[in-house]
Every structure is written in structure tokens, then in C-alpha cells.
């Protein structure tokens, strides 16, 4: 097992590696920061002066070289916008990014679950029309339009909730949290639904079909002789049998909430990673983009990394094999 | 009515008419981005600048019509041509209660010269600053600088101990891995103080009731929030969370004016669009001619000129909202005059027949490169050049990109034909003649030049106008030598682009043509 892993985390950290080299050679194309950061009235020399202070004028293999050593000791440089460290600023906005996913995954899950078996249960019926409407909706439409249409209904039409950014925080450590305030709460809900959206249908449409093939199978049936009651042979008996795929998609669309939570992030001008990450990408902020794209990419290594752990340890054939093939 | 309710009820009316101008206010507005720093001296980005600006103040300021009036120097003269004598205001107050002398300017002065400072641009011509009293400071430039004002109408003051105390005697230097104090503090002696900050989120301020100029506001706490996103920023207006937003996109415009909740404020910025040749290649880098370079040639630059129709521009593209111009001078700046707006008349014939002329009856191909998210609606303006362009048979491909990289691109010359737009700082006519148009050298003369352009009289004449104190001869060189760029068809200028931005009904603001928005002149009912 201790081999396995061992293994597995040399290629997960090579893959990292490999991201980290496309996003620098992509740099190339991103464009020259040393415009942006000195305006208009900046002589030839300051820019050839900055330029060098930044170390752009190198390789970009040694540029790399400098980025992942320093990476290595922590230090993720200093942000040429903002004149920051980007570890700070990553840390400033992380909760904010990691709140908003993990209600946006809550909702998804609970109204997916719960429509999906609503769904199954009466396919016919006028609600789960509804339903399989709504996930249409949900799967056809962008993000960002979505963000837009709720923010012109309950935010100008109806003035009932925020139209962006997080309300009041509240600092606990260094977690800044909007849980705890009515205008924290009030500035989630848009936000959340427009990023949970696309997993909801998802876990519905997910839900609504193993549940149409458990509740065929015979103990439903004998569940229902026995005259229990609806919601309990629905969501104890039925259900239960259901969740294994629906535990696995969740956890992994987890990591892509977070991921791909920039357009939200935009839309709603909520100061998380995404928006910090496509502000640096507007003014060629390398050390942001970077950092970014490689934090991200240690999350969906991690994830896997943990998901290839976790199926060994279910079915332990794969592991035999595995043991079987290094051995040979 | 008895007399003595009368007296009554006047009595009433004039508490009411006397308590009505001290109102309080809470404001809140919105832009598209965020202050870099609140370092007055580490950038000089436009959003950063107009920040710092309600919180730190210059020697010399300038009004809503970019004029320039005392602030923290009360008056000046020119001793000679090199020596300035400035008088500083007495009795002004830091925002920790420090008082405002000379030893803060020279302060400032050495801090905006560190390593660090991408302000020394404002302070490159001055040689030495002298202190006589504590109120009395001689500046020495190295060279006759009539356009000294304009250059530091943006040089914040710092408080020397308020530096000192807190390590921030120099810039923080983005290679050295750490901050300075001054990046999220301020301590100005402007009309607003900082309460407190969290960047991309949100800037609070305060007014400074201790501020030595009489208050034009009503406001006692303002809040900046960015809102990058366009739609959600005219949302957020719409919806009443803020009181005021800038930009407004071109295509809101007659939304926002059919809302009676709204009111959108509109003029133009002191910016020039234009397109710009390669003047210097022998051949044509990106087109069709081979051997050649057609630009080199003032007939086809002419035809070009006579093609385009800016005023289709103006009121397809930029829905009515921008203003042609015929040259980069614009009417803020001395020496402007109505003959140098006037543009060559449109005529495609003409135009065809210039070419023919100049030997290229069928036209050619060429590549105009263009920025497509620096200015508003860039890139659908060049697609409506290209169009314009090919009904004289000039087949323009449009090639827009990132601004950071079509800077990148267009600043190493690497183009043929390109879109920019230039607003000048100094609000003076200096600095397009010198830099957009004038010869490049390797110490930052035609640094913008992108294409190269060259002319020798020009630059004669445009060193005459950086040292010319007179301001009548002055403006007359300044006339002259804009004639000569519109004679030589160097360019083709297009307009001014439209500044527009909204605010609620009851708030009322000016709007600077420089783009730049002062909390000082917001009066909110």
C-alpha cells in the first residue's frame, strides 16, 4: 500500500510539475506586464530598469527554474499589480472562494436529491415536469447569464438581495466569514445558485434515473406490500441504494466548483480566487496566474490522488494487481 | 394671518433653507477596478491616481475644466526661467494632525526618486528643491520648464514623519518580496481620510473635517466598491446599493437615460483616437506591397484621410456619444484653436484618385493592428475603418488583440498601421508633439511614435515649445506646429471617445475630462 502511494504521489507531483511548465510557456502570450504597471509617461530606461528587476528579460526555463524553487520554499513572489505577496492575497480570498463553493454544493446536493426523487417518483406529475424543465434550463444555459437574469429579478426588480460582492464579513482568525451576518447571508444566496446550478441538474438527473431502476427492483415492492409509508421506503430504502455514484460525481464536481468558479466569481464581484486570478490575467500579473493555476492543479492531483487511494482500499483486487505488476 | 405666525412660519422656512446645505451624506460609488496601491508615488495608473487623489493633495491642483489652481502652494513665480519660488499654505494639517512645511516636500521630492517610484516622471524636470523657511521652498529645473505646473498638478505630498515613523522613507520595490506601509495606509492632507481598506472590496473614507480648503461636498463617509463586471456595475446602480458608477457602457446609455431614478452624466474625454502609419520601413512589413512602403507617400496618407468618415463612427459606433477631432490637440490644451479641428472632407473619389496617382489604381493590402479591450468599442471601430478603407480598394485585414500584448507589439514599431489613443497627462500640447509625434531617440522623445514618424521641423519647433516660457509665442508655436502635422496627413485622427457615467437622481458631481472622478465635488441630497 505504502509503495502504491508512494508512487502515486511521484506522478501526481510530476503532473503538477508539467502544468506549471504548459502555464509558464503560456505566459509568452499573456503579454508584457512592464506596460501596464508604469503607464504611459515611463521612459525606455525605467522599463528596461523594471523589467529587469522582475527578471523578465531572462529564459523563461530559468524564469520557471526561480518560480518553482521558490515555490517549493513557500514564497509565492509579490504580485506586480498589487505589490503584494500573492500567498497573502490567496489566503485574503481563499474563504470567500471556499464559502461560496461549499453552500453552492449543499444546495446543488440537497435540491438535487430531493427533486430527483421527486422526479422519479411521479414521473408524470406537473412538478417533475417542472423539474426536468428547470434542469434543461440549468444544463443550456450559461453561467453567466444565469448570474445576470437572477441579479435583474431580485436585485433591480425586486431589490430583495444584493446585486454583488460577499456583505459583511466577519474576521475569525484568518478566515474572514459572511455565514454569520444577515447581509453575508443575503449576498450568498444569488451567487450560490448560479454556481450550483449545472451540479444540481446534474445530481438530479443522476438521482432520477438510478432511483427509476431501484424502485423496480423487488424489496420496493415488498417494502410497499409491507404498507410502509412513502417518504420512508423513498428516501430510506430507495435512496440509500443510490447514493454511491452520487457521493462520488459530488466529490469530484467539488473540485471543479472551486475551480471554475471565476465567472460567478465575476458576475457577482465576489472577491474570491476566481476574480483575483481573471484580474491578473487582464493586466499579466505572472505571479498571481501562476500561483493560481498551480494551486488548482494540486487540487485535482489531490483529489485523484485521493479518489486511486480510496478505490484501492474499496476493491482490493486493484491493489493485488497492482502489487502483482510492480512485483513481475 | 397674524403677523406673528408669519414671523413664525419665515423663521421656520429659514432653519430649514440654513439646515438643508449641512445635510449629511453617505456615499457609495463604483468602478471597473481597484487602486493598485495607496502608495501616492508607487504607480501613476489612472484608478490608483484618483483614489489617492481624495486623500492626499498636490502643490498645484486642478479644477473640474483641468485648470490648474493653488492647493498646498498658495502662490508662485517664475524668478527665471530655471528658479520657481513656491509659497506653501499655512496652517495645513497631515491627517494625523502634523502641519504641512517645507521639510515635507523636500521629503517627498527625495522619496519620489527612489528606485521604487514610478512617479519620478512627474518630478523629472526638477534639479533641486531649496528650503528657505518653513513656507517659502525654491524649485530649480533643469531646464526652462513652462509646463512645470501641469507636471506636478499629480505630485501627492507625504508627511516626512509620518514616513519616517513608519518605514516608508522609500517605495516598496516589487522585487524585493516585501510591502511598505504606505501600500494600505494614508496619511494626505486632502479632503477625505482613510478609515479603512480591503482591496477589491472595499475602500472606506471619511471627510476630514480639519481640511484647510472650504468643503464644496456634503459627504461625511464614502465608500468605494470595484465592480469589474459591467452589467452587474449598472445593476448595482440600478438596484439603488450605489450612488455612483463609471464607466457606463456606450450601448446603457439610453437605458439608463429612460430611468427616472438615474441620472447619466456625459461629456468627452480629453483623449484622442487615432490611426498611425509606418513611416520609417522601406517596405510595406504587413501587406501586399513589396519594395515599397506606400505610407511614405503624403498622397496615399491623404486618400486614407479622405476615406475614413469619422462622423459614421461617431454616431454608428460610438452611438452619438464621442466628438471628431482633426488633430491630437484637444480644447483643454493651450494653443488649441477651431482651424486645427477641421478635417479633410470626405470624398472616396478623391481618395481613389490619389492612389491611382501615387501608382496604386487597384489599391494594396495592409494589416491594421488594434487593440480590442484598452479603449471603448476599439476593435469595432477598426472593422469599420477596414470597411471604410475598402471602398477605395484598400483591403484592410484587422488584427486586434489583448492590450497587453498589442502594446508589447505596436511599442517595439512591430506594425504597419495601427489604432491608439492618446490623452496627455500634462494636459499640455508638449507631450503628444514630442511623444506621439516626434522623432524617436533613445532617451523617451517619440517614445509612442509607433510608426516612426519623423519630421525635422517638427522637432525644431517642438523643442522651441518645451522651452518657451512666453505663453503668446508659446501657443503660436504650439498652432504652427499642429498645422504642419495636419498638412503632412501624418495620422489620421479620429475623435475624442465618450466619457460617460451615472449617478442617482439626487446626487450631483462634476465630471473631469481626464476621466478622473474627485469625492470633493459630490453633493448628495
Known amino acids: 500500500m505504502v509503495g502504491v502511494f508512494l508512487r502515486r504521489l511521484a506522478q501526481s507531483i510530476l503532473v503538477v510539475l508539467i502544468v506549471a511548465l504548459i502555464a509558464f510557456c503560456l505566459f509568452q502570450f499573456v503579454g508584457d506586464p512592464v506596460h501596464n504597471m508604469l503607464g504611459q509617461d515611463a521612459t525606455p530606461q525605467q522599463q528596461a530598469e523594471l523589467r529587469q528587476r522582475l527578471g523578465l528579460d531572462q529564459p523563461t526555463i530559468v524564469q520557471f527554474a526561480r518560480f518553482i524553487a521558490n515555490f517549493a520554499q513557500g514564497d509565492l513572489g509579490l504580485s506586480y499589480r498589487m505589490g503584494r505577496p500573492v500567498s497573502q492575497l490567496i489566503a485574503e480570498r481563499l474563504p470567500a472562494t471556499i464559502e461560496l463553493s461549499l453552500v453552492s454544493g449543499l444546495f446543488a446536493v440537497v435540491f438535487g436529491i430531493w427533486m430527483g426523487v421527486a422526479a422519479a417518483v411521479a414521473p408524470d406529475s406537473p412538478l417533475s415536469r417542472l423539474y426536468m424543465t428547470i434542469s434543461l434550463v440549468g444544463t443550456s444555459l450559461p453561467p453567466f447569464f444565469v448570474g445576470i437574469l437572477l441579479i435583474i429579478v431580485f436585485a433591480v426588480t425586486l431589490g430583495w438581495l444584493p446585486s454583488f460582492g460577499r456583505g459583511e464579513v466577519v474576521q475569525i482568525g484568518f478566515w474572514s466569514t459572511g455565514l454569520l451576518t444577515l447581509s453575508g447571508l443575503k449576498a450568498l444566496i444569488l451567487p450560490s445558485i448560479t454556481l450550483g446550478l449545472f451540479q444540481l441538474t446534474l445530481i438530479m438527473r443522476l438521482v432520477r434515473s438510478q432511483m427509476l431502476e431501484v424502485l423496480r427492483s423487488d424489496y420496493i415492492k415488498f417494502a410497499r406490500a409491507r404498507g410502509l409509508p412513502e417518504p420512508i421506503v423513498n428516501y430510506r430504502h430507495a435512496l440509500k441504494n443510490t447514493l454511491v455514484p452520487i457521493i462520488t460525481i459530488t466529490g469530484l464536481q467539488l473540485g471543479s466548483i472551486i475551480a471554475f468558479s471565476i465567472i460567478t466569481e465575476t458576475v457577482f464581484q465576489w472577491p474570491g480566487m476566481g476574480l483575483l486570478f481573471i484580474q491578473a490575467v487582464g493586466f499579466a500579473d505572472i505571479p498571481i496566474i501562476a500561483s493560481y493555476l498551480l494551486l488548482v492543479s494540486m487540487l485535482f492531483v489531490g483529489i485523484n490522488l485521493a479518489c486511486d487511494l480510496l478505490y484501492h482500499y474499496v476493491d482490493p483486487r486493484l491493489l493485488d494487481r497492482t502489487v502483482a505488476a510492480a512485483s513481475r | ?525
Not at chain 2, 34 to 49: I, N, Y
Not at chain 2, 402 to 421: A, I, M, N, P, V
Request: hydrophobic share 40%; glycine share 4%; charged share 25%.
Open chain 2, 1 to 525: 394671518m397674524s403677523r406673528a405666525r408669519t414671523v413664525a412660519c419665515l423663521l421656520v422656512l429659514a432653519t430649514l433653507a440654513l439646515a438643508s446645505p449641512a445635510q449629511a451624506a453617505e456615499f457609495k460609488w463604483a468602478g471597473q477596478g481597484e487602486a493598485q496601491s495607496l502608495d501616492p508615488h508607487a504607480t501613476t495608473e489612472f484608478q490608483t491616481m484618483a483614489l489617492i487623489g481624495n486623500m492626499y493633495e498636490p502643490l498645484v491642483r486642478r479644477d473640474k475644466d483641468l485648470k490648474l489652481e493653488p492647493a498646498l502652494a498658495e502662490s508662485w513665480e517664475v524668478v527665471s526661467p530655471t528658479l520657481w519660488r513656491f509659497k506653501l499654505r499655512k496652517g495645513v494639517a497631515f491627517h494625523d494632525g502634523a502641519p504641512f512645511t517645507a521639510d515635507d516636500v523636500l521629503a517627498t521630492l527625495e522619496r519620489t526618486r527612489t528606485p521604487g517610484a514610478d512617479a519620478k516622471t512627474k518630478v523629472q524636470s526638477i534639479a533641486d528643491i531649496k528650503k528657505i523657511d518653513d513656507h517659502t521652498i525654491e524649485v530649480t529645473t533643469r531646464r526652462p520648464t513652462p509646463i512645470l505646473l501641469s507636471e506636478i498638478s499629480d505630485w501627492f505630498m507625504m508627511s516626512k514623519a509620518w514616513c519616517a515613523k513608519n518605514d516608508a522613507m522609500s517605495v516598496a520595490d516589487v522585487r524585493k518580496g516585501a510591502e511598505n506601509y504606505a501600500t494600505r495606509n494614508a496619511n494626505g492632507t486632502g479632503p477625505f481620510k482613510l478609515v479603512s481598506r480591503e482591496p477589491d472590496v472595499r475602500t472606506v473614507l471619511e471627510a476630514n473635517s480639519k481640511w484647510w480648503d472650504k468643503p464644496q461636498h456634503n459627504v461625511t463617509r464614502a465608500t468605494y466598491m470595484p465592480i469589474s463586471n459591467s452589467a452587474t456595475r449598472m445593476a448595482a446602480l440600478l438596484s439603488g446599493e450605489i450612488d455612483f458608477a463609471q464607466p457606463v457602457p456606450t450601448q446603457d446609455i439610453n437605458r439608463l437615460k429612460a430611468d427616472s431614478n438615474i441620472k447619466v452624466v456625459q461629456s468627452t474625454e480629453a483623449r484622442v483616437i487615432f490611426l498611425g502609419f509606418d513611416h520609417k520601413r522601406d517596405e510595406l512589413l504587413y501587406g501586399s506591397v513589396k519594395d515599397k512602403n506606400p505610407f511614405k507617400d503624403a498622397r496615399v496618407r491623404k486618400a486614407f484621410n479622405q476615406a475614413v468618415d469619422v462622423n459614421a463612427i461617431v454616431s454608428k459606433i460610438m452611438d452619438g456619444a464621442a466628438a471628431a477631432r482633426g488633430s491630437l490637440i484637444v480644447r483643454q490644451m493651450k494653443g488649441f484653436a477651431a482651424d486645427l479641428d477641421q478635417r479633410p472632407p470626405l470624398d472616396p473619389a478623391a481618395a481613389k484618385k490619389l492612389l491611382a496617382e501615387a501608382g496604386y489604381p487597384d489599391g494594396f493590402s495592409v494589416t491594421l493592428d488594434c487593440p480590442n479591450d484598452r479603449y471603448v468599442n476599439d476593435e469595432a471601430v477598426c472593422v469599420a475603418v477596414a470597411a471604410m478603407l475598402g471602398r477605395i480598394g484598400v483591403k484592410v485585414n484587422v488584427a486586434a488583440i489583448s492590450k497587453t500584448k498589442y502594446f508589447g507589439k505596436t511599442l517595439s514599431r512591430d506594425t504597419s498601421f495601427f489604432l491608439l489613443g492618446w490623452g496627455a497627462n500634462t494636459v499640455d500640447a508638449h507631450n503628444p508633439l514630442a511623444i506621439v509625434l516626434g522623432t524617436p531617440t533613445p532617451d523617451g522623445n517619440g517614445q509612442w511614435n509607433m510608426g516612426a514618424y519623423s519630421n525635422p521641423k517638427l522637432d525644431e519647433m517642438t523643442a522651441q515649445i518645451r522651452d518657451e516660457i512666453d505663453e503668446t509665442k508659446r501657443n503660436a508655436l504650439i498652432h504652427k506646429a499642429f498645422k504642419l502635422v495636419i498638412d503632412d496627413y501624418a495620422i489620421i485622427p479620429l475623435f475624442e471617445p465618450a466619457l460617460v457615467w451615472a449617478t442617482r437622481k439626487n446626487v450631483k458631481l462634476d465630471q473631469r475630462a481626464d476621466e478622473r472622478f474627485e469625492l470633493r465635488s459630490v453633493v448628495k441630497n
